[in-house]
């Protein structure tokens, strides 16, 4: 269901929306982050966007910027949503507070199976730099992770 950017409204996660945002996670991952994941994340100061449509999430992210670099933890598109450029909104969003906060670079974590992901991250110049091996709990045992990065200008 595509979305006019006028009915669209952005907002910072809070502790009262994580309820919604456990439906969106649950439906979006093989092994979604838990409540405490999340309250986690707003209780340390990590920085939690959304794209809403009215009470409607969209997408969030979930990002940290500590000593010039900016940690992307994870971002998410709800189903109805996807293939309609929000990814690429949420992530060039979340690009351009790490340049605000001075962050020279940003790093992040993909499954090898998330080939959209992958595109996405291609996309936006981001280049696999590593690799954590069994990092990701897979059906058949453990899946790796692989690590991205890009320069922020």
Excluded at 41 to 46: I, K, N, S, T
Excluded at 51 to 61: L, V
Excluded at 90 to 110: I, P, R, T, Y
Excluded at 125 to 144: H, S
């Amino acid at each position: 269901m595509a979305v006019p950017e006028e009915n669209m409204h952005f907002q910072n996660m809070t502790e009262g929306d994580i309820e919604d945002v456990l439906i969106v996670e649950n439906l979006s991952h093989r092994n979604p982050w838990s409540e405490g994941i999340f309250k986690d994340c707003l209780r340390v100061g990590y920085y939690c966007p959304m794209f809403k449509n009215d009470d409607e999430i969209i997408a969030y992210g979930v990002m940290s910027s500590v000593a010039n670099e900016a940690h992307v933890f994870n971002i998410c598109v709800a189903i109805n949503f996807r293939g309609q450029g929000w990814g690429m909104k949420m992530m060039q969003h979340l690009l351009d507070v790490a340049k605000e906060k001075e962050a020279k670079s940003a790093f992040l974590e993909v499954q090898p199976s998330n080939e959209v992901a992958i595109e996405l991250y291609n996309k936006l110049g981001f280049l696999e730099v590593g690799i954590r091996k069994d990092y990701y709990p897979a059906k058949n045992g453990r899946e790796d992770a692989l690590i991205f990065a890009r320069d922020i200008f």
